[in-house]
T-cell receptor, first 112, second 116 residues
């Protein structure tokens, strides 16, 4: 089983749509969780951290369910500029070296 | 004012050659990383250095040798290049290598290596 699993997509949605991405992770002791965004032929960039209480940043909402080892990202009112690959990322338990473990990414295309 | 920079951006070379990729960060971070992103876009950690000391060494062929002359630089030297080494290599840095809270890694723009 992969450490971090994501639906690869692609997701093709019209502008203004709401889209949700899901991610599961295998190590129940994983410590930190993130969503990164990677544009075509560019480096990954942090989109947002994910907290157990859930967190929101403008049109983006991230949720973490530790019991189910499940992370989600909701994008409301999609914009053309949201087109990218969204990477679910986890870190190992506290005290371990902080390498990021990436999912394979979910590709989103927002259509005009 | 690039935070994490890599050179070269593109590298095309023949099988069997030896090549190096350089990485520098001006963020004052203690920890630097090398990641490989293959043709399927899967991004995987290769190495990590904290204050010039190796802390992560994933299962990577020993043809790959990282070198950290100081904590702002982490270079990657690859010997006897093979076709399967073709990928995008990303350097990254973070403030700390472990801790209780979230930490952000900043990535360089990537080096696209093509082995012919």
């Amino acid at each position: 089983r992969k450490e971090v699993e994501q639906d690869p997509g692609p997701f093709n949605v019209p502008e203004g749509a709401t889209v949700a991405f899901n991610c599961t992770y295998s190590n129940s002791a994983s410590q930190s969780f993130f969503w990164y965004r990677q544009d075509c032929r560019k480096e990954p960039k942090l989109l947002m951290s994910v907290y157990s209480s859930g967190n929101e940043d403008g049109r983006f909402t991230a949720q973490l369910n530790r019991a189910s080892q499940y992370i989600s990202l909701l994008i409301r009112d999609s914009k053309l500029s949201d087109s990218a690959t969204y990477l679910c990322v986890v870190t190992p338990p506290s005290g371990s070296a902080r390498q990021l473990t990436f999912g394979s990414g979910t590709q989103l295309t927002v259509l005009p | 004012d690039t935070a994490v920079s890599q050179t070269p951006k593109y590298l095309v070379t023949q099988m069997g050659n030896d090549k190096s990729i350089k990485c520098e960060q001006n963020l004052g971070h203690d920890t630097m990383y090398w990641y490989k992103q293959d043709s399927k876009k899967f991004l995987k950690i290769m190495f990590s250095y904290n204050n010039k000391e190796l802390i992560i060494n994933e299962t990577v062929p020993n043809r790959f040798s990282p070198k950290s002359p100081d904590k702002a630089h982490l270079n990657l030297h690859i010997n006897s290049l093979e076709l399967g080494d073709s990928a995008v290599y990303f350097c990254a840095s973070s403030r700390d290598w472990r801790g209780a809270g979230p930490d952000t890694q900043y990535f360089g723009p990537g080096t696209r290596l093509t082995v012919l």
